[in-house]
C-alpha cells in the first residue's frame, strides 16, 4: 500500500470517527452552554458563551447520587468476582460435575429481559423490606455481571497450563490454596476484565434502579438524570453536564483499559 | 464454551488469547481435591443462581397467573386466575402494534448496526495511520451509560431546539417533531439504537476478519479479483458463521432494550413506539399503579420469544465448537 493511500484512509477513518462521537461532543458542547442560549436556533457548534454552571447543578444536586453509584458499582465488582471466580475455577480446572449444564444454564440466563428480573425482585423486596436500600440494588445489579464473569473466567482458566496445578499439588498444595496462590494471579487480567464490565454494567443500570429505588433517599446517577429529564427540560445543560459526569467512568477505562474492553466484548460477546 | 471467538481475539488482546480446550477430548486426571471440593467452589454460584435467578423468575411466572392488586401485593392473597392475563394481553388491541414495533424496532436495527459494523470493520481491516485509536474511540458510544446517550439523542432530536432539525432547515428541508409525532417516534428511537449497537458489531466482525488468513485474499489478488469481489466471495461467506453469532446475540438483547426507548419517547406518543419490553415494563412501573400481573404475562412472553431465538444461537455456537 502506498503511503499516500493510507493517508487517504487516515482521513477517511477521523471523518467516520467524528461521525460517530458527534453526540458525544454535542453532549460536551451542550453542558457548557449558557441557559439562554439552550434556545438559540441554530444552536451555537461549539461553546461561544461557555459557563460551568450546569456543572455547578451538578455539585449542588448530583454529588450524592455519584457517590451512591460508586457504592453499587464497587459492591457488584466485588460481588460477581468473589461468586464468579470460584465457580470457573470448578468448571475450568476441577473438573465440576454438571459443569457443562452449568455453563448452559448462564447463557440461558443472559437471555431473561431485564424487566422480567425487574418484576420478580420487586415482588420479593416488598416483603423482604430490601427496596429503595443500596445493598438491594447491588445484589440485583450484579446479576447482569455474575453469568458473563463466571463464562469468561471459564474460558480464561480453561488455557491455563495444567502443569502448574500438576506442580502445586506435588508441593503439597490444596485446592483452595492453589485457587489463592496460582490460579488467581495469574487469571489477574481477566479479574480487571470482569471487574469492569462489572463495574460499568452496575454503573449504568437504570432500570433495576427506575423499580427498586424509586423512592430512596440515596439514588444513583442514572435516577437523578431521570429526574432532571422528568421535571427540569429546561435545564438542558445541567442535564448534559451530568450525564458528562456520569460517562467519566467510561471514559476513563477505556483510556486506562481499552484492551481488556475489547478482550471483554469478543470473549464474551455480551452487549446489556 | 463461550463463542468461537475467544480462540481468537482481537489484536492487542493477548490477555484474553485463550485456546477452549473441548472437555469431552480431554478430561485428565482429577488433579486436586475430590468431586466434593469442587462442588464446594462452585456452590456460591449455584446458591446465588437460585436465590437471584430462580427465585425472581418464578416469582414472576407467580405473578403472571394471579390477579395481583397493590392490596393482594402487600397482603399476599391474590387470586389465581390461571392464564387469564396471557388471554387478556394476547386479545388486547396493543398486543398486534406492539409486536410490530418490536419486530421492526428490532429487525432494522440490526439490519443498520450489521451492516455498518461491517463496514467499518473491513474499512479498519486494512491497517493505516492511528487506525488502533480510532477503532478504540469507536467504543465510546457503547461504555456510556445508556440513560446519558438516550438524553443526548433526546436533545439532539429535540423539535424546536434539536441540532438535527437545525441541520435538515439550513439545507431547505422542513422541521420533523421526531419524538412527538407517531409517524417518526419509532423511526428516532431505532436511530438511537443503531448508534449504540455499532461498536458491538464492529468490535465483533473486526474479530472475525482477523481469523480469515491473508493468504486467501492474496491467491484471489494474484487470480485478479477486485476488493469488491474479495468481499463477496471471500470475506463475506467466510464470515458468515460470525455473522450468525452477531446477529442472533443483537436480536437476544436487542428484544430487551427498555431504556433507550423509555427514555426517549416512553413508548409514545400514541403507542407508536411501544415495544413488548416497553408494553411490560410500563404496566409494571410506568404509571403509580402497578400492574404487575398483565406486566409479568407480557414479560414472560417476552423470555419464550428470547429463548426461542436463544436456542438457535446455541446451536451455531455448538455446531461452531464441533468444527
Not at chain 1, 161 to 176: F, I, S
Not at chain 2, 67 to 86: C, L, W
Not at chain 2, 138 to 159: D, K, T
Not at chain 2, 219 to 242: H, N
Request: hydrophobic letters at 55%; charged letters at 10%; aromatic letters at 12%.
Amino acid at each position: 500500500m502506498t503511503a499516500r493511500r493510507s493517508w487517504w484512509k487516515l482521513a477517511l477513518g477521523v471523518i467516520f470517527t467524528a461521525l460517530m462521537l458527534f453526540p458525544v461532543y454535542w453532549m460536551v458542547n451542550v453542558s457548557l452552554t449558557r441557559t439562554q442560549d439552550l434556545r438559540l436556533s441554530p444552536p451555537h457548534i461549539f461553546p461561544v458563551n461557555p459557563t460551568l454552571e450546569g456543572f455547578e447543578a451538578v455539585i449542588r444536586q448530583q454529588l450524592p447520587n455519584l457517590g451512591t453509584s460508586l457504592l453499587i458499582g464497587l459492591g457488584c465488582v466485588v460481588l460477581t468476582v468473589v461468586i464468579a471466580a470460584p465457580a470457573a475455577y470448578a468448571i475450568a480446572l476441577l473438573n465440576l460435575r454438571g459443569g457443562r449444564t452449568l455453563n448452559f444454564i448462564l447463557l440461558v440466563a443472559q437471555m431473561i429481559p431485564g424487566v422480567v428480573m425487574a418484576m420478580g425482585f420487586y415482588a420479593i423486596y416488598v416483603r423482604a423490606g430490601l427496596l429503595n436500600s443500596v445493598w438491594g440494588l447491588i445484589l440485583a445489579d450484579s446479576t447482569i455481571a455474575v453469568p458473563f464473569g463466571v463464562l469468561l473466567f471459564t474460558a480464561f482458566m480453561s488455557g491455563l497450563p495444567r502443569e502448574l496445578l500438576q506442580a502445586a499439588k506435588v508441593d503439597g498444595a490444596n485446592a483452595w490454596r492453589t485457587f489463592v496462590s496460582i490460579v488467581l494471579p495469574m487469571s489477574r487480567n481477566s479479574v480487571l476484565t470482569v471487574s469492569l464490565f462489572a463495574f460499568l454494567w452496575a454503573w449504568s443500570d437504570f432500570i433495576f434502579a427506575s423499580t427498586l429505588a424509586r423512592n430512596s433517599e440515596l439514588r444513583p446517577v442514572t435516577l437523578g438524570i431521570y429526574a432532571y429529564i422528568g421535571n427540569n427540560t429546561t435545564q438542558w445543560n445541567a442535564i448534559m453536564a451530568t450525564a458528562v459526569v456520569a460517562s467519566i467512568p467510561a471514559a476513563i477505562l477505556l483510556v486506562v483499559a481499552q484492551r481488556y474492553v475489547a478482550a471483554g466484548v469478543t470473549a464474551g460477546a455480551v452487549k446489556d | 464454551m463461550t463463542t468461537s471467538l475467544t480462540r481468537r481475539p482481537a489484536p492487542g488482546t493477548d490477555t484474553v488469547s485463550v485456546t477452549v480446550p473441548d472437555p469431552r477430548k480431554r478430561r485428565p486426571s482429577r488433579l486436586l481435591g475430590s468431586r466434593w471440593v469442587a462442588f464446594g467452589f462452585a456452590a456460591p454460584l449455584i446458591a446465588y443462581l437460585l436465590v437471584f435467578y430462580a427465585f425472581p423468575l418464578i416469582r414472576s411466572v407467580d405473578l403472571s397467573i394471579h390477579d395481583y392488586t397493590i392490596r393482594a401485593f402487600v397482603q399476599g392473597n391474590a387470586e389465581f386466575v390461571g392464564f387469564d392475563n396471557y388471554a387478556a394481553i394476547l386479545s388486547s388491541p396493543l398486543f398486534g402494534q406492539a409486536l410490530v414495533n418490536t419486530t421492526l424496532f428490532v429487525v432494522v436495527s440490526l439490519l443498520f448496526q450489521y451492516a455498518i459494523g461491517l463496514a467499518l470493520a473491513v474499512f479498519f481491516r486494512s491497517n493505516f495511520p492511528l487506525s488502533g485509536l480510532l477503532r478504540g474511540l469507536f467504543l465510546v458510544p457503547w461504555l456510556l451509560p445508556l440513560i446519558v446517550s438516550a438524553s443526548v439523542w433526546s436533545w439532539m432530536l429535540n423539535s424546536d431546539s434539536g441540532i438535527v432539525n437545525s441541520v435538515i432547515v439550513a439545507f431547505g428541508g422542513e422541521q420533523i417533531n421526531w419524538l412527538t409525532s407517531p409517524e417518526t417516534a419509532l423511526t428516532s428511537v431505532i436511530i438511537a439504537n443503531i448508534w449504540l449497537g455499532i461498536p458491538f458489531n464492529l468490535v465483533i466482525l473486526y474479530a472475525g476478519l482477523q481469523n480469515i488468513s491473508l493468504d486467501v485474499y492474496e491467491a484471489a489478488s494474484l487470480d485478479g479479483a477486485g476488493a469488491w469481489r474479495q468481499f463477496w466471495s471471500i470475506t463475506f461467506p467466510l464470515l458468515k458463521p460470525v455473522s450468525a453469532i452477531t446477529l442472533l446475540l443483537g436480536l437476544v438483547y436487542t428484544l430487551k432494550v427498555v431504556d433507550i426507548i423509555w427514555i426517549m419517547t416512553a413508548g409514545g406518543p400514541a403507542n407508536s413506539s411501544t415495544t413488548l419490553a416497553i408494553w411490560s415494563y410500563r404496566e409494571a412501573f410506568g404509571t403509580g399503579q402497578p400492574d404487575l400481573s398483565p406486566a409479568a404475562a407480557v414479560g414472560n412472553l417476552l423470555i419464550v420469544i428470547a429463548l426461542i431465538f436463544g436456542f438457535f444461537y446455541l446451536r451455531i455456537q455448538r455446531r461452531e465448537a464441533n468444527s
